[in-house]
């Protein structure tokens, strides 16, 4: 496996995560004062916690801390030192050392740079996704969760793990650059689609499918499921005999699917009338035993408690003596390759191991402490 460096933001940082837990060793290089990271809230009783920060706890699992001043000069040969040790370096454009100087010191360093990367609510508006996500008739909304950086930094990973791999395979040492704008852009692809073949503009639904007529989110006795009916009149035929609504067994206009996508809205105020009285547990249950798709609208609480989840050890606990057990989500890699990270480090945990691996003594260790480079 690889030896990774990572000085990144959000996204970016997310993507060397995905690497950790494909097995790579990955060292994250942030200042003496801890980086950004490591502040995002909501923290404990709103009190700043460098060591215990949400995001600092999920995004830098499995990874080791290297606490280094690249503002000092000390600090960034200490860096380059570094990196002549490493296959890769993951880092948000621009870098903090000349690219050249890298080159100098490692010709074939796997070169990852994540461009242009917005604040994530303007990421979003600019992609595009914001004027498809929402109510018709309402203003445009926010996907809930950490969507954005979360592709942008499937992107880092995937462009990282294919550099790594040419480089196994030739020797050399390739820049990659990632648009973040672009990673967003890309999940356009149905709507660009239909409107360069068609004219056709794709428009808010809401809680409403936009592509299959008959789906969407209905409420139920204890919350939200989802819904899909395939567009075959075997579904169809399903669904209604086990709703039993003469609203929609009587009407004959939704015999084929043509006449159910002009009356898509209808169908679906009737269906939710019906399952409003049934908890999600019974309407999934009920669908995919008549091989509709159906899913429960799920809360993070609910999450927890995943028996999916919870028998392919998506879920890890993390024990800390200074919080209660907390559970921290893997990803499909640490799945598949039943690789438990370990928690995220605190601040500087490393320093001693990997300046020891560089060659540097413990009386020139205290020497780089003193100067404030460490």
């Known amino acids: 496996m690889s030896l990774i460096i990572d000085i990144t933001n959000h996204s970016a940082a997310y993507g060397a995560r995905l690497l950790a837990e494909a097995g790579h060793e990955v060292i994250r290089v942030e200042p003496r004062t801890g980086d950004m990271l490591r502040r995002l809230g909501a923290h404990v009783a709103d009190h700043l916690d460098l060591e215990h920060g949400p995001y600092h706890m999920f995004l830098n699992m499995g990874k080791k801390s290297l606490t280094l001043e690249l503002t000092l000069p000390e600090?960034?040969?200490?860096?380059?030192?570094?990196?002549?040790?490493?296959?890769?370096?993951?880092?948000?454009?621009?870098?903090?050392?000349?690219?050249?100087?890298?080159?100098?010191?490692?010709?074939?360093?796997?070169?990852?740079?994540?461009?242009?990367?917005?604040?994530?609510?303007?990421?979003?508006?600019?992609?595009?996704?914001?004027?498809?996500?929402?109510?018709?008739?309402?203003?445009?909304?926010?996907?809930?969760?950490?969507?954005?950086?979360?592709?942008?930094?499937?992107?880092?990973?995937?462009a990282a793990a294919a550099a790594i791999n040419a480089q196994h395979s030739t020797g050399q040492g390739e820049v990659v650059r990632v648009s973040a704008q672009q990673s967003l852009e890309s999940l356009?692809?149905?709507?660009?689609?239909?409107?360069?073949?068609?004219?056709?503009?794709?428009?808010?639904?809401?809680?409403?499918?936009?592509?299959?007529?008959v789906s969407g989110a209905l409420e139920c006795a204890d919350g939200y499921w989802m819904v899909s009916v395939p567009p075959n009149p075997q579904a169809w035929t399903k669904i209604k005999e086990w709703v039993g609504d003469p609203a929609l067994t009587n009407d004959s206009s939704l015999d084929d699917d043509v006449g159910r996508d002009r009356k898509r809205d209808f169908i679906l105020d009737r269906l939710e009338v019906w399952s409003k009285q049934w908890s999600k547990e019974y309407l999934v249950t009920g669908a995919q035993s008549r091989r509709i798709a159906a899913s429960p609208i799920t809360t993070p609480a609910e999450l927890l408690q995943d028996p999916q989840l919870l028998e392919r050890g998506f879920l890890t606990a993390v024990e800390d003596p200074h919080l209660r057990g907390i559970a921290v989500p893997g990803g499909a890699i640490s799945t598949a390759r039943a690789i438990v990270l370990k928690r995220a480090p605190s601040l500087g945990e490393h320093n001693e191991e990997i300046l020891s691996q560089l060659g540097y003594s413990n009386l020139e260790q205290q020497a780089l402490m003193e100067n404030g480079v460490l």
């Open 188 to 213: 356009m692809e149905q709507a660009l689609v239909a409107y360069t073949s068609s004219g056709a503009i794709t428009r808010r639904r809401g809680l409403r499918g936009q592509i299959t007529s």
């Open 75 to 158: 600090g960034r040969e200490v860096f380059l030192k570094l990196i002549e040790t490493a296959d890769a370096l993951i880092a948000n454009a621009p870098l903090p050392i000349e690219e050249k100087l890298l080159r100098q010191r490692n010709s074939h360093l796997v070169l990852t740079l994540l461009e242009d990367e917005l604040p994530e609510i303007c990421a979003y508006a600019r992609s595009g996704l914001m004027s498809i996500t929402g109510q018709p008739s309402q203003r445009p909304v926010l996907a809930g969760g950490h969507v954005t950086y979360a592709i942008t930094g499937l992107y880092v990973a995937i």
